[in-house]
């Protein structure tokens, strides 16, 4: 496997929907200590297979202090009445944006050991994981987002509030 780099909007590879993972081997999970390596260097909380330029279905997620590794993931479910969220992505720097997540999630998916299994989510990592689940299929957050915002503007905004 070539060295894994974060891939930024507008790279093609963000755009495409990813492929199911075939076998979870070492090579699967030296692309996972990789991916981990490349999500704290950045301070992210969620990273999926494509940003770092591999064409898989499979992405990582923080919570409570742990990285959780989903592969092939499915939603199951949804629930609950969709609310209005801060979000980031590390391929996309200095942009943010609103936008309506659900506020729990039901997901299967493999472990690094190939068994399957199912979460129920709620808060920050229903959050990572509708975020997660969007770029796997190809999607980015500013498609779906409310509003989107540069990082300078808040500032200068922020800044107007304060005065
Ligand atoms: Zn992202």
């Known amino acids: 496997m070539e060295k894994l780099k974060l891939r930024f909007y507008p790279d093609n590879i963000l755009k495409q929907k990813t492929k199911p993972v075939k076998e979870i081997d070492q090579e699967i999970r030296k692309l996972i200590e990789g991916m981990k390596k490349i999500m704290k260097e950045n301070n992210g909380v969620g990273l999926a297979a494509n940003q770092v330029g ?64 199912k979460l129920k989510a709620k808060g920050l990592l229903a959050q990572i994981i509708q975020h997660e689940i969007d770029h796997l299929e190809g999607k980015l957050f500013i498609e779906k987002a409310d509003k989107i915002f540069k990082i300078e503007e808040i500032d200068k905004e922020s800044l107007e509030k304060q005065q």
């Open 54 to 117: 591999v064409d898989l279905s499979l992405f990582i997620a923080e919570d409570k202090n742990k990285i959780l590794t989903f592969i092939n993931p499915k939603i199951i479910k949804l629930e609950g009445e969709k609310i209005t969220l801060d979000e980031g992505c590390l391929s996309l720097p200095k942009i943010f944006g609103y936008i309506k997540r659900y506020p729990l999630v039901v997901i299967e998916y493999l472990d690094i050991w190939g068994k399957k299994r």
